[in-house]
Structure formats: structure tokens, C-alpha cells
């Protein structure tokens, strides 16, 4: 008997770098079946270039009862914030967030399966930018603990553009919803030396972007994922989470073209299990991530400016 086609079903997954972290889950997958297989999901233009991937279909647009009848079905992302049948919470904070969706297709993914995949589906309509060298940036609230503040990233760009550094700023406003609701809207400023293309942009013009930028600053977001699916230097600011949870692979590599800028509380508290029972007296509970779980008024796990400056090195002068 034919066996039937077969499907990764990513429809309660709404960020853009968790999904783009299920591509290594994908492509496994699609190995072991020997086939590239159909993903249902949010953005299902993720997925359109993807050798691992036959279709890609907008969770809205299909008839799942239809799908669970006539697919081979897997699902990834159901429990985020919930608990099994045995009380047991996968905790996204304190888990690699790519394997976090291997794990509930009940496998896990080695070091040199990890690099994620991404190609656009649209023409770059950057090529005939005013300079020949740019940074781009992310400025967006996001949860508290993956936000920096704004006269930062104002402060960032005026240093830059003092050096004759154009700078780019990408994002948009979104929602996140899930077992914590967060809105993330951007941080609108102007730039005297680059463009700011806040609102302006799709997934594919950001992606073009970053692959033609000498580097992406970012805090853990989705365009950190994305910006992992280029060649592109990465500047990642330094949060509580545990690095190694979050920064891409590239050539199976987590330290290629890429550098962790911590602030001066390395402690990564919101991924240390202590404190989930200190604050919630049970091992399977998610702790907050809106406020610092030591106390402090600021997030001292942050950088400063002055610390991405000279991270960013030789490409300013």
C-alpha cells in the first residue's frame, strides 16, 4: 500500500524565529521519510524555498480534519505554556529553541543538524542603496528581559553614523501571543546616515538586508534567527537567557561570525531552574520574563552601548 504524503502541522507557532528554528526539525524529517513533506503554519512563505519542503500552507487556508485523514501528521509547538497529561511543562526559556520542536516529534537534534534554513521569495529591491556600507538594526520592545531601551539603539546609531556608519533599521509592529500576551511594537526614530524602514519591510526585504549589511545588531528576536540564515556578521545583545538556547548555528558552528555581548550580570536567570521555584515553588512552571528575577531595577544582563561599540571592532574605522 502507497504510504501517505506526509505533514508538520506548525499552525500554534506565530513567531518568526521559532519558525524559522523548526527547519532543522524539518529537514530531519523530511530525511527520514525520503521525501520533502507538506508544513502547515502561520507564514507559510517561511517554507516556499525549502528543498525539505513539497508545500507550504497557511494554517487558515487548510481543512486539518481533512489533513489528520489523509496525512501522516506531526506536530510541533502545541504546549507552549501548558502542561502534559503528567504535568510536565516544556519551557521555552530554558530549552535550545530549535530542538524544542524535535522534542515533541520525540527526537533530538545533534550540533550538525542545527543550522536553520531560510531562502526569500522575493526580488532584493535594495540594490541601489545611497551607501556602500551599512549595519542593520532591530529596535523593538519585545518582552522586558529582550528589550533594549531605546535611547540605546538612538545613542547606537548616532556612534555609528559619527564613524560614517550607515545604519538600517528593520521591525515591525506585532503581537505575541501565547501563555504570556506581550505586544512589540518598534522604536520609530529618524537617522541621519541610513534609512529607517520600520513598518516597510517583508520577511524577504529583510533578509536581503541583512545578507548585503557588514553586520546585524539585535537582541533575541526573529530577525536573529533570520539573520542566522545568512553569511552576515551578528551582534547579539546580551539578555538572561542562556546564549547557547538561542544563537544560531551556521556550518554547525555556534561561534561562526557571530559574538555574544553580555552586560555585567552573567547569572542568565531566566533560564536557571531555580527560579522557577523560587518564584513559582514548582519545577514545571514558567517564571516571568517582565521584570529582572533578581530585583534589579535595570537589567544589568544587558549591554551598554560603549560594549557593542567595541565589540563591533575594526568594521568602524
Not at 532584493?124 to 528589550?147: C, D, G, M
Not at 539573520?227 to 539578555?239: C, E, F, K, M, V
Amino acid at each position: 500500500m502507497e504510504m501517505k504524503p506526509v505533514c508538520l502541522n506548525l499552525g500554534e507557532c506565530n513567531g518568526l524565529g521559532d519558525l524559522i528554528c523548526a527547519t532543522p526539525t524539518i529537514k530531519k524529517v523530511s530525511l527520514a521519510y525520503g521525501n520533502p513533506i507538506t508544513v502547515i503554519s502561520q507564514m507559510p512563505e517561511l517554507f516556499k524555498n525549502n528543498p525539505c519542503v513539497d508545500k507550504s500552507y497557511k494554517i487558515s487556508s487548510v481543512d486539518i480534519d481533512y489533513f489528520n485523514d489523509n496525512y501522516i501528521m506531526h506536530n510541533s509547538f502545541y504546549n507552549i505554556g501548558k502542561k502534559n497529561e503528567r504535568g510536565i511543562e516544556y519551557k521555552h526559556n530554558v530549552m535550545d529553541i530549535r530542538s524544542f520542536h524535535s522534542i515533541n516529534l520525540g527526537f533530538m537534534l545533534g550540533k550538525d543538524e542545527m543550522d536553520c534554513f531560510y531562502r526569500p521569495t522575493e526580488e532584493n529591491k535594495f540594490t541601489e542603496l545611497p551607501f556602500s556600507r551599512y549595519v542593520v538594526i532591530h529596535p523593538v520592545q519585545s518582552w522586558a528581559v529582550r528589550t533594549w531601551a531605546a535611547e540605546k539603539w538612538m545613542e547606537l546609531t548616532k556612534q555609528l553614523n559619527d564613524r560614517n556608519i550607515a545604519v538600517i533599521s528593520i521591525g515591525r509592529d506585532s503581537h505575541e501571543t501565547g501563555f504570556f500576551d506581550t505586544q512589540k511594537p518598534v522604536f520609530n526614530f529618524e537617522i541621519p546616515l541610513g534609512l529607517n524602514l520600520m513598518n516597510k519591510t517583508s520577511i524577504s526585504d529583510c533578509w536581503h538586508l541583512i545578507n548585503n549589511a557588514i553586520c546585524v545588531i539585535t537582541m533575541d528576536s526573529g530577525i536573529l534567527h533570520l539573520a542566522g540564515t545568512t553569511d552576515t556578521r551578528i551582534i547579539h545583545l546580551g539578555s538572561s537567557i542562556k546564549p547557547e538556547f538561542r544563537a544560531p548555528y551556521r556550518y554547525g558552528s555556534q561561534d561562526w561570525n557571530y559574538q555574544y555581548v553580555r552586560g555585567g550580570c552573567g547569572i542568565e536567570c531566566a533560564s536557571n531552574m531555580k527560579y522557577a521555584l523560587k518564584f513559582w515553588d514548582d519545577i514545571n512552571s514558567v517564571q516571568p520574563l517582565i521584570g529582572c528575577l533578581e530585583n534589579k531595577k535595570e537589567f544589568e544582563c544587558h549591554p551598554t552601548v560603549e560594549q557593542i561599540i567595541e565589540a563591533f571592532g575594526y568594521n568602524i574605522h
